[in-house]
């Protein structure tokens, strides 16, 4: 699934392109793409104009200007391609909608992502993601409540970093590349962090998916690409993730791989010693 970065690539194009538009017409090519709505999104959107963006860490939505908002899962390989009508021609276009004079297409090979129309809590964030928590880069992010919160776990600080309903939008990808340049080992357990080691840890997080925004994502295959239909270009600074078997760019020890609860994570035991 794309991690936080490279979600927040694909919402920027659609606030570029798209905010001031109006739905005109809504095709629908794949029933699994609109599974969970509880109303017909080609009746539904139609009419109603666009008149924003969010994100909250690997979720992100439009909103509308009935109050509602279309929830977008990009899932495992979802794209939301915008450009001329009738452009995109792929097999795995699963839905289709006109925009005034542009149109947008959602292309998901593995049908595993879907739009869904949604209701707006209080705070401007859907309902339906209401459990997920904030992100590094979410204006309310109070770093040191979060470290707290993440010293309070007796578990891996990887898998911990990767738990939604602690800090949102870090998937494999930037957890071994934060813990890298934090210098701590995935497998520490996260209570045993000292609050500025935690600290320091979400900080790094925040760092590499700055970095990583500003090179348009991290791009292993070409599924994941922007709303132009371009593919980011981070997989080439990666310091810690598939580097299994390599030097550490830092200390030349060779790097590892270690399974930390099912998931695979790469570091360095030359430098990554907290």
């Known amino acids: ?17 798209l905010v001031g538009r109006a739905f005109r017409s809504v095709e629908v090519l794949h029933p699994r793409a609109v599974r969970g709505n509880a109303v017909d999104l080609r009746e539904v959107l139609p009419g109603l104009q666009v008149t924003g963006t969010g994100r909250r860490g690997k979720f992100m939505w439009l909103t509308l200007d009935d109050g509602a908002a279309l929830m977008v899962h990009l899932r495992m390989s979802g794209q939301m391609l915008v450009g001329p009508p009738g452009t995109v021609t792929s097999p795995h276009l699963r839905i289709r909608a006109l925009l ?83 210098g701590v080992k995935p497998t520490r357990r996260a209570r ?38 371009a593919s980011g270009y981070f997989s080439r600074s990666l310091n810690a993730y598939g580097r299994a078997g390599q030097r550490c760019r830092r200390c030349g020890t060779e790097m590892r791989k270690v399974v930390v609860n099912g998931r695979s994570s790469c570091f360095c035991p030359g430098c990554q010693t907290l």
């Open 1 to 17: 699934m794309p991690e936080l970065p490279e979600v927040e690539v694909v919402r920027r194009g659609l606030d570029t392109h």
């Open 192 to 229: 045993s962090l000292r609050q500025s080691d935690a600290v320091q840890v979400l900080e790094r997080s925040r760092d590499v998916m700055a970095e990583a925004l500003a090179q348009g994502g991290t791009s292993f295959d070409s599924l994941y690409v922007n709303v132009n239909g």
């Open 100 to 182: 005034d004079d542009v149109e947008l297409a959602f292309v998901d090979q593995r049908t595993f992502g879907s739009w869904l129309y949604a209701s707006l809590g209080a705070d401007g964030v859907p309902e339906s993601i209401s459990h997920i928590a904030p992100d590094p880069f979410d204006a309310d992010f109070d770093i040191v409540q979060r470290a707290r919160l993440v010293r309070t776990r007796s578990s891996a600080i990887k898998t911990v970093l990767l738990n939604q309903g602690i800090v949102s939008g870090i998937g494999s990808i930037y957890a071994d590349e934060a813990l890298w340049a934090a």
